[in-house]
């Protein structure tokens, strides 16, 4: 599988910014598809988790701002990200695995970056 992320940038304090996140290659392994980040110097984090009957897993602290979607047929899942913070500023990485649980042992995209800055 093959994970392709777009949508970051540079987005003010209270802005928001869309990421998408396409599939490609082999349907096995898509199940669950969904988002982690690392900001500097921190690890890795979960953010939120969508699988294909549309069960959805979100970071506690991002639930109320983030909200996370897909499109089965065009193998694409969004996360749209409202009221930004200064500390959402991280890389976002798309991923997908067989189970929401098993995401993070499954595929990994490159990554696209998000900045929020006044």
């Known amino acids: 599988v093959q994970l392709q992320a777009s949508g970051g940038g540079s987005v003010q304090p209270g802005g928001s910014l869309q990421l998408s996140c396409a599939a490609s290659?082999?349907?096995?392994?898509?199940?669950?598809m969904g988002w982690y980040r690392q900001a500097p110097g921190k690890q890795r984090e979960p953010v939120a988790f969508?699988?294909?009957?549309?069960?959805?897993n979100y970071a506690d602290s991002l639930r109320e701002r983030f909200t996370i979607s897909r499109d089965n047929g065009k193998r694409t899942v969004t996360l749209q990200m409202n009221s930004l913070k200064l500390d959402d500023t991280a890389r976002y990485f798309c991923?997908?695995?067989?189970?929401?649980?098993?995401?993070?042992?499954?595929?990994w995209g490159q990554g696209t970056l998000v900045t929020v800055s006044s």
């Open positions: 290659g082999s349907i096995e392994g898509t199940v669950a």
């Open positions: 991923v997908a695995g067989n189970t929401i649980a098993s995401v993070h042992k499954g595929s």
């Open positions: 969508i699988t294909t009957s549309g069960a959805t």
